[in-house]
């Protein structure tokens, strides 16, 4: 994950707002940016009737990230982190990128056979992550294409869609296929979530193999001592 190495970067945006909130159950904002989420996929699968939701969809995914960031801040400063919150935000965050990714694959902006593959490659990104440490080996954020990095895109893009429209620079050619900058960003979610999907096998294949081997030379140094 890009993005997700900075995020320290932003705290001072997130920690006074936590301090604030202190009281709330984090998984109340789970639920608000779990919601937001929803609306802001329904706000982009309608924005190519209406290119003005654009604006207003890339608002929805940033506050539905917001909210993210916010509840997991909550519980570090009220030390009410458990392994049920953090199960929660896991699935809500899956549903968080269907509701997004998913919504502008079936727009009229994108392709259907791109946006199966982008869904896919963000699915597997995740799950890959999250598998390794079901399998014993370290959870893995390792990859271009994190959670992080996908919020920025879908923040960003829209709003640069809409601009490029007002200009009369929305759409183009390439190899004799018209593409517009929504699309494009889905492409870049099919070909690099499904190669950071590859990257994260490889790497936790490569953890469980130097696991393995430390866990067979144990008992080898035990003998010898």
Known sequence: MVLDKHR???????SPVARKCI???????SWLGLIVALLSGIVLYMSWDE????????????LSGYFDALDGKIAKLAGTCSKKGDFLDHVFDRYADMFMIAAIALSGW??????????????LTSYMGTQAQAVGAKRLYDGLLGRADRVVFCFVIPILQFILMELGYGFFEIGGHE??????MMVYFAVVGNATAVQRVIITWKNLNEAEAEAKAEPEKKDQD
């Not at 009281?23 to 904002?29: A, E, L, V």
């Open 23 to 29: 009281n709330i159950n984090p998984n109340t904002i």
């Open 51 to 62: 290119h003005w939701m654009l604006l207003l969809g890339a608002a929805l995914v940033l």
């Open 179 to 184: 593409f517009n900058w929504m699309e494009l």
């Open 110 to 123: 994108c392709d259907t056979f791109i946006g199966l593959m982008a869904v896919m490659g963000v699915l």
């Open 8 to 14: 320290k970067d932003v705290d001072f945006l997130i």
